[in-house]
Protein backbone atom coordinates (compact mmCIF):
# COMPACT_ATOMS: atom_id res chain seq x y z
CA UNK A 1 0.00 0.00 0.00
CA UNK A 2 2.57 2.69 0.89
CA UNK A 3 4.33 1.66 -2.62
CA UNK A 4 1.53 2.36 -4.43
CA UNK A 5 0.58 5.73 -2.50
CA UNK A 6 4.23 6.54 -3.29
CA UNK A 7 4.26 6.02 -6.98
CA UNK A 8 0.77 7.64 -7.27
CA UNK A 9 2.66 10.68 -5.71
CA UNK A 10 5.69 10.45 -7.94
CA UNK A 11 3.30 10.27 -10.97
CA UNK A 12 1.43 13.30 -9.76
CA UNK A 13 4.21 15.10 -9.39
CA UNK A 14 5.70 14.55 -12.23
CA UNK A 15 2.17 15.47 -14.09
CA UNK A 16 1.92 19.03 -12.14
CA UNK A 17 5.84 19.57 -13.38
CA UNK A 18 4.74 18.85 -17.16
CA UNK A 19 2.18 20.92 -16.80
CA UNK A 20 3.82 23.56 -15.10
CA UNK A 21 6.41 23.70 -17.75
CA UNK A 22 3.85 23.90 -20.28
CA UNK A 23 2.70 27.02 -19.38
CA UNK A 24 4.68 30.07 -19.83
CA UNK A 25 4.68 33.64 -19.07
CA UNK A 26 3.72 36.17 -21.20
CA UNK A 27 6.53 38.28 -20.58
CA UNK A 28 9.20 35.44 -21.80
CA UNK A 29 6.64 35.22 -24.80
CA UNK A 30 6.79 39.14 -25.33
CA UNK A 31 9.83 40.97 -23.08
CA UNK A 32 8.24 44.37 -22.94
CA UNK A 33 11.06 46.67 -22.37
CA UNK A 34 11.28 50.35 -24.07
CA UNK A 35 14.33 49.61 -26.38
CA UNK A 36 14.08 46.10 -27.31
CA UNK A 37 14.22 45.41 -31.00
CA UNK A 38 13.43 42.80 -33.61
CA UNK A 39 14.38 43.01 -37.44
CA UNK A 40 12.59 40.79 -40.00
CA UNK A 41 13.36 40.14 -42.96
CA UNK A 42 10.89 38.68 -45.64
CA UNK A 43 11.74 35.31 -47.05
CA UNK A 44 13.39 36.32 -50.88
CA UNK A 45 15.19 39.29 -48.49
CA UNK A 46 13.27 42.28 -50.43
CA UNK A 47 12.03 43.56 -47.51
CA UNK A 48 12.66 44.56 -44.30
CA UNK A 49 10.44 45.24 -41.24
CA UNK A 50 10.89 46.52 -37.43
CA UNK A 51 9.42 45.55 -34.54
CA UNK A 52 10.19 48.04 -31.54
CA UNK A 53 9.10 48.78 -28.35
CA UNK A 54 9.41 52.25 -27.69
CA UNK A 55 7.90 54.95 -24.99
CA UNK A 56 4.08 56.02 -25.09
CA UNK A 57 5.75 59.53 -26.03
CA UNK A 58 7.32 57.97 -29.29
CA UNK A 59 4.41 55.80 -30.37
CA UNK A 60 1.98 59.08 -30.16
CA UNK A 61 4.60 60.95 -32.05
CA UNK A 62 4.72 57.82 -34.46
CA UNK A 63 1.16 58.68 -35.06
CA UNK A 64 1.74 62.37 -35.70
CA UNK A 65 -1.67 62.07 -37.89
CA UNK A 66 -3.45 61.99 -35.59
CA UNK A 67 -2.83 64.73 -33.47
CA UNK A 68 -6.78 64.98 -32.09
CA UNK A 69 -6.55 61.26 -31.46
CA UNK A 70 -3.42 61.75 -29.48
CA UNK A 71 -4.92 64.07 -27.23
CA UNK A 72 -8.17 61.26 -26.40
CA UNK A 73 -5.69 58.58 -25.99
CA UNK A 74 -2.83 60.04 -23.83
CA UNK A 75 -5.54 61.50 -21.51
CA UNK A 76 -6.45 57.99 -20.46
CA UNK A 77 -3.09 56.09 -20.78
CA UNK A 78 -1.36 54.91 -17.57
CA UNK A 79 2.27 55.93 -16.89
CA UNK A 80 3.95 52.63 -16.97
CA UNK A 81 2.05 52.16 -21.24
CA UNK A 82 4.85 51.13 -23.58
CA UNK A 83 3.94 50.55 -26.87
CA UNK A 84 5.22 47.60 -29.35
CA UNK A 85 5.34 49.59 -32.54
CA UNK A 86 4.84 46.98 -35.90
CA UNK A 87 6.15 47.10 -39.12
CA UNK A 88 5.43 44.04 -40.14
CA UNK A 89 1.22 44.54 -39.89
CA UNK A 90 1.30 48.40 -39.77
CA UNK A 91 0.01 49.11 -36.01
CA UNK A 92 1.08 50.48 -32.82
CA UNK A 93 -0.49 48.31 -29.64
CA UNK A 94 -0.15 50.41 -26.12
CA UNK A 95 0.27 48.06 -23.70
CA UNK A 96 1.00 47.58 -19.76
CA UNK A 97 1.92 44.67 -17.96
CA UNK A 98 -1.32 43.19 -15.51
CA UNK A 99 -1.17 40.06 -13.23
CA UNK A 100 -3.30 38.68 -15.82
CA UNK A 101 -0.87 39.12 -18.71
CA UNK A 102 0.11 42.20 -21.31
CA UNK A 103 -2.83 44.12 -21.51
CA UNK A 104 -3.69 46.27 -24.29
CA UNK A 105 -5.76 49.90 -24.38
CA UNK A 106 -5.42 51.28 -27.61
CA UNK A 107 -4.40 49.96 -31.43
CA UNK A 108 -3.31 52.36 -33.86
CA UNK A 109 -3.70 50.41 -37.66
CA UNK A 110 -1.74 52.85 -40.06
CA UNK A 111 -2.42 52.82 -44.04
CA UNK A 112 -0.51 54.49 -46.64
CA UNK A 113 -3.04 56.38 -49.01
CA UNK A 114 -3.07 56.67 -52.94
CA UNK A 115 -1.83 60.01 -52.85
CA UNK A 116 0.86 58.80 -50.10
CA UNK A 117 -0.39 59.96 -47.19
CA UNK A 118 -0.60 57.73 -43.74
CA UNK A 119 -3.90 56.96 -42.59
CA UNK A 120 -4.23 56.12 -39.16
CA UNK A 121 -7.38 54.33 -37.59
CA UNK A 122 -7.64 53.57 -33.73
CA UNK A 123 -9.33 51.51 -31.81
CA UNK A 124 -9.77 51.65 -28.26
CA UNK A 125 -9.93 48.27 -25.58
CA UNK A 126 -12.44 48.44 -22.39
CA UNK A 127 -11.31 46.81 -19.49
CA UNK A 128 -9.28 43.67 -19.14
CA UNK A 129 -8.23 42.55 -22.82
CA UNK A 130 -5.20 41.42 -22.68
CA UNK A 131 -2.47 41.13 -25.89
CA UNK A 132 -1.26 38.11 -24.50
CA UNK A 133 -1.87 36.31 -21.49
CA UNK A 134 0.21 35.94 -18.43
CA UNK A 135 -0.15 31.86 -18.92
CA UNK A 136 0.60 30.65 -22.98
CA UNK A 137 -0.34 26.73 -23.60
CA UNK A 138 -1.27 24.97 -26.14
CA UNK A 139 -5.01 25.44 -26.97
CA UNK A 140 -4.89 28.47 -25.33
CA UNK A 141 -7.86 30.84 -26.48
CA UNK A 142 -8.37 34.15 -25.50
CA UNK A 143 -10.37 36.95 -27.56
CA UNK A 144 -10.82 40.72 -27.94
CA UNK A 145 -13.52 43.83 -29.22
CA UNK A 146 -11.90 46.92 -30.14
CA UNK A 147 -14.26 50.38 -30.90
CA UNK A 148 -13.15 52.64 -33.63
CA UNK A 149 -12.19 56.14 -31.28
CA UNK A 150 -13.96 59.17 -32.64
CA UNK A 151 -17.99 60.08 -32.87
CA UNK A 152 -21.13 58.11 -32.88
CA UNK A 153 -20.39 56.79 -36.71
CA UNK A 154 -16.90 55.64 -35.82
CA UNK A 155 -17.74 53.73 -33.07
CA UNK A 156 -19.92 51.94 -34.61
CA UNK A 157 -17.11 50.26 -36.61
CA UNK A 158 -15.58 47.36 -34.50
CA UNK A 159 -12.53 45.14 -34.46
CA UNK A 160 -13.37 41.90 -32.85
CA UNK A 161 -9.91 39.36 -32.90
CA UNK A 162 -9.93 35.88 -32.07
CA UNK A 163 -6.61 34.87 -30.67
CA UNK A 164 -5.59 30.74 -30.55
CA UNK A 165 -2.07 29.04 -29.55
CA UNK A 166 -2.14 26.51 -32.79
CA UNK A 167 0.96 24.55 -31.44
CA UNK A 168 4.53 23.92 -29.80
CA UNK A 169 7.12 23.78 -32.19
CA UNK A 170 10.82 23.36 -32.79
CA UNK A 171 11.31 26.04 -35.68
CA UNK A 172 14.32 27.57 -37.83
CA UNK A 173 14.43 30.83 -38.66
CA UNK A 174 17.10 33.39 -40.35
CA UNK A 175 18.30 33.84 -37.04
CA UNK A 176 18.91 30.39 -36.30
CA UNK A 177 17.04 27.32 -34.04
CA UNK A 178 14.40 28.11 -31.57
CA UNK A 179 13.01 25.43 -29.23
CA UNK A 180 9.17 25.53 -27.53
CA UNK A 181 8.07 28.18 -29.84
CA UNK A 182 4.34 29.20 -29.75
CA UNK A 183 2.14 29.50 -33.33
CA UNK A 184 -0.53 32.10 -32.51
CA UNK A 185 -3.60 32.41 -35.02
CA UNK A 186 -5.13 35.79 -34.56
CA UNK A 187 -8.49 35.62 -36.51
CA UNK A 188 -10.03 39.42 -36.63
CA UNK A 189 -13.76 40.51 -38.10
CA UNK A 190 -13.66 44.14 -39.02
CA UNK A 191 -17.49 45.18 -38.72
CA UNK A 192 -18.61 48.36 -40.20
CA UNK A 193 -21.66 49.85 -42.00
CA UNK A 194 -20.48 48.65 -45.77
CA UNK A 195 -20.48 44.86 -43.87
CA UNK A 196 -18.04 42.38 -42.18
CA UNK A 197 -14.13 41.27 -43.31
CA UNK A 198 -12.55 38.35 -42.03
CA UNK A 199 -8.65 38.51 -41.84
CA UNK A 200 -5.97 35.88 -40.53
CA UNK A 201 -2.91 36.11 -39.62
CA UNK A 202 -0.06 34.23 -37.70
CA UNK A 203 2.87 35.15 -35.02
CA UNK A 204 5.77 32.84 -33.37
CA UNK A 205 7.04 33.77 -30.39
CA UNK A 206 10.47 31.90 -28.34
CA UNK A 207 10.39 32.12 -24.98
CA UNK A 208 13.02 34.80 -23.59
CA UNK A 209 13.13 36.23 -27.46
CA UNK A 210 9.59 37.44 -28.65
CA UNK A 211 8.27 37.36 -32.18
CA UNK A 212 10.47 35.01 -34.60
CA UNK A 213 8.46 35.15 -37.43
CA UNK A 214 4.80 36.77 -38.73
CA UNK A 215 2.60 35.32 -41.70
CA UNK A 216 0.68 38.62 -42.41
CA UNK A 217 -3.06 39.09 -43.48
CA UNK A 218 -1.35 39.13 -47.14
CA UNK A 219 0.05 35.34 -46.52
CA UNK A 220 3.55 37.09 -46.22
CA UNK A 221 6.00 35.38 -44.34
CA UNK A 222 8.62 37.30 -42.19
CA UNK A 223 11.59 36.12 -40.43
CA UNK A 224 13.67 37.53 -37.80
CA UNK A 225 16.96 38.08 -39.11
CA UNK A 226 18.64 40.58 -35.94
CA UNK A 227 17.10 41.44 -32.32
CA UNK A 228 18.33 43.41 -29.28
CA UNK A 229 17.01 43.35 -26.01
CA UNK A 230 17.36 45.99 -23.48
CA UNK A 231 17.63 43.05 -20.61
CA UNK A 232 19.59 40.02 -20.54
CA UNK A 233 17.78 37.14 -21.04
CA UNK A 234 18.73 32.91 -20.74
CA UNK A 235 18.96 31.81 -24.25
CA UNK A 236 19.04 28.07 -23.61
CA UNK A 237 16.46 27.86 -26.07
CA UNK A 238 17.64 28.63 -29.30
CA UNK A 239 20.79 28.33 -30.90
CA UNK A 240 22.54 30.93 -33.31
CA UNK A 241 24.38 30.76 -36.56
CA UNK A 242 28.26 31.48 -36.29
CA UNK A 243 28.01 34.65 -37.87
CA UNK A 244 25.90 36.72 -35.43
CA UNK A 245 25.72 40.29 -37.28
CA UNK A 246 25.84 43.97 -34.91
CA UNK A 247 22.27 45.15 -34.89
CA UNK A 248 21.93 48.51 -36.97
CA UNK A 249 20.00 51.01 -35.09
CA UNK A 250 17.14 51.86 -37.27
CA UNK A 251 14.39 55.20 -37.14
CA UNK A 252 10.91 54.30 -35.54
CA UNK A 253 9.25 56.44 -38.25
CA UNK A 254 6.75 54.90 -40.43
CA UNK A 255 8.47 53.99 -43.60
CA UNK A 256 6.85 54.39 -46.88
Known sequence: MKYLKMKLTIRFICFLGLVIACQSIAQDYFPLSVG??????????????????????????????????????????????????????????????????????????????????????????????????????????WNTSGHRLGGKKAKAETLDTRFKVVSTETLKVKSGLFHRVMRISEESDHLRKAGKKTLLNYIWLAPNIGPIRYKTINEEIFELTEHRLALGVETKDYHLPTVWGHLKFQSTRLRN
Open 36 to 141: NTWIFHSRDGSQERLIKIVSQEEGLEINRNGRKQNRKIQAKLDSDTVVVYDQVNSRAHFLIRTPKGLKQSYMVQYKKRKNGKIKSTVYTYELEQLFLPQLVRPEKK
